[in-house]
């Protein structure tokens, strides 16, 4: 096991590499990493319980230090902090001046609009007949109520998806204007993901703030500007730019990908699928099992705020520490056969958000809103659904992406 690194994109290739998962959680859970510099490796942390632990323990392992592999010095850490790469009273401060926008009683009100969108993505796409699910539903779909949180026109929802696949896609050639570890991207090393698509998105979110300093604008961008900070600290131009930029990354990403796995694991299980044309009432209850299934973010780093003994891992002060949620998603001393796509799982703790602590996703009642309802609407008319071409995986450990799944629908 010591040669194994989850550094290394080629291991996820092909997209999680959930063998080498099972692998690690039995033989070598608290792992140590080997990485290239001038990142100096890290433990990756695979059973649920003890990533459960590391989520829970702000104090021992904390997220001040960032949040990704990447190593960034203080003044990159004072540039480029937002919501998730703070702790303590401020963190509490920053979650509480957006929560009451993502509470379920907040977006069961989107419920009628999600409903008419949904309806419009898919005769889009269907109209087709053969199409890129990706492309025409998955990204489509969650950057259309990005859009209408951030209450700016639908003409703007395409630049919105490229500049998340720009800053996302930074270990990804395709995506990537300058890929994260090649030295031109250290013109970029005060901003988000080392990205200029970062510079592109601080400018349309200033704009967008000009015009609404002042007013009694109720959408996401309006409560960052004109709303108090429950800790008495005015919010900074820069928590302005990375938190709007967190908005627009996390508000499209992660739902975007749960929506193409979750087809994906549909097509490749049509017992499941069936199911729920039979049995609709168990989509709201599905939808966690698509969550799990999908993991849609591998991991977010912490780091060791000082030595500890980690499960008998001597684990030193400002060391990297790696819960891997999409291992602790297939974990079988808490899911029974984690390798099945069970839609009637119950219960089903996983870890999707997070399990728990601070930092558990501040969107997930959205998310869980947004899967709901599109794949109500979806199962209800399809007969078939058959990939028509090989799925293509994004190149990177952070997020479990598809980048293109071309399929073809028959409808009922």
Known sequence: MKSITLANLDVFENGAPWSLFADLRRESPIHWNEEEKPNSGFFS????????KVLRDSDTFTSERFTNLEEVDA?????????????????????????????PQAVAKYETFLR?????????????????????????????????????????????????NRMIG????????????????????????KSPAALEVFAYGDELARQRKGKDGTDLVSVLVNSPMSDGIALTERD????????????????????????????????????LQE????????????????SPVYHFRRTATKDVDFNG?????????????ASGN???????????????????????????????????????????VMFEDLVSRVDKVERVGDVDFLRSNFVHGIKRMPVKVTLR
């Open 313 to 325: 891992v001597e684990i030193k002060q400002g060391q990297k520490i790696v819960p891997w949620f």
């Open 75 to 103: 003044e990159q850490e004072e540039a480029r902090r937002s919501l998730l790469e703070t702790d303590g009273t401020r963190h509490r401060a920053l979650r509480r001046l957006l929560q009451g926008q993502f509470t």
């Open 170 to 193: 930074f270990d990804d050639p395709e995506h990537a204007d300058v890929l994260i570890n090649d030295p031109e991207s250290e013109k970029y090393r005060l901003v988000p993901f």
């Open 330 to 372: 297939r974990d079988d001393s808490v899911f029974e056969n984690p390798n099945k796509f069970d839609v009637t799982r119950n219960p089903n703790e996983h870890m999707a958000f997070g399990r728990g602590g601070p930092h558990m996703c501040l969107g997930n009642a959205l998310a869980r809103i947004e899967l709901r």
């Open 279 to 294: 049995r609709p009432d168990l989509i709201p209850w599905a939808v966690e099992e698509f969550l799990r299934y999908a």
């Open 45 to 52: 942390v695979t059973r649920y319980h003890d990533i459960v």
């Open 240 to 275: 302005f730019h990375t938190n709007f930029l967190l908005l627009v990354v996390a508000g499209n990403e992660t739902t975007r990908h749960t929506i193409s796995h979750t087809m994906n694991n549909l097509i490749n299980n049509p017992d499941q699928l069936a199911l």
């Open 116 to 164: 008419g969108l949904t309806a419009t993505t898919l005769d889009n796409a269907f109209a087709k007949g053969e199409f890129d699910f990706v492309e025409e539903v998955a990204a489509d779909f969650p950057i259309q109520v990005l859009a209408k949180l951030l209450d700016v026109p639908e003409s703007d929802t395409g630049q919105l998806i490229d500049w998340g």
